[in-house]
């Protein structure tokens, strides 16, 4: 089995927002969000490199990522962790998945300038302290945060 659960998978699918840290050449931190992350096997993720300078000089560099998936509703998600690489154009990687961004329907896919794939070794949950007592249920979060929103 690999270290990306169904559940895991399922989360990124739906969500697509993760907030991708990088270290930079100076030891500050980066975090940027990327709207194309992707499920590409059991255990790595990907997004389209359309706009992401700091990140991919980072990432070239050697930097090691981590990256948060949290469904904003429910206020839970997914923290993962690992090394990355950065695919070019041409190679088989980065055609396949510009063709499951195109199948996903994105209209941004051919103006990948890359894709940065994570391999994931380590993926944990986060979840909001408002369920640390366990008075609420997540029902009732989703029904909180919606009508926030809607506001
Ligand atoms: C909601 C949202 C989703 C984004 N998705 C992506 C993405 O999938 N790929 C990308 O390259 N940039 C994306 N961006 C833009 C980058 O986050 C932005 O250009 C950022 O400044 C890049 O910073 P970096 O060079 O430190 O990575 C997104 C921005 C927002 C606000």
């Not at 969500?15 to 980066?30: C, H, I, K, M, W």
């Not at 359309?50 to 990432?59: D, L, M, W």
């Not at 051919?110 to 366990?134: C, K, N």
């Amino acid at each position: 089995m690999g270290t990306l659960t169904g559940e895991m998978q399922r989360m990124v699918e739906e969500q697509r927002l993760g907030f991708y840290a990088t270290v930079n050449e100076d030891g500050s931190p980066n975090l940027s969000p990327k709207g194309s992350t992707f499920v590409l096997d059991d255990d790595r993720l990907f997004f389209a490199d359309y706009r992401s300078p700091q990140t991919v000089a980072n990432i070239r560099r050697g930097s090691l990522v981590e990256l948060n998936v949290i469904d904003p509703l429910v206020r839970k998600g997914y923290r993962f962790k690992g090394p990355a690489a950065v695919h070019e154009p041409g190679s088989d990687i980065y055609e396949h998945c510009v063709e499951m961004l195109r199948a996903a329907g994105s209209t941004l896919a051919d103006r990948a300038r890359s894709i940065v794939v994570v391999e994931v070794r380590g993926a944990r949950a986060v979840i909001s302290p408002v369920y640390d007592d366990g008075t609420v249920s997540e029902e009732e979060v989703i029904r909180i945060y919606r009508e926030r929103f809607a506001g």
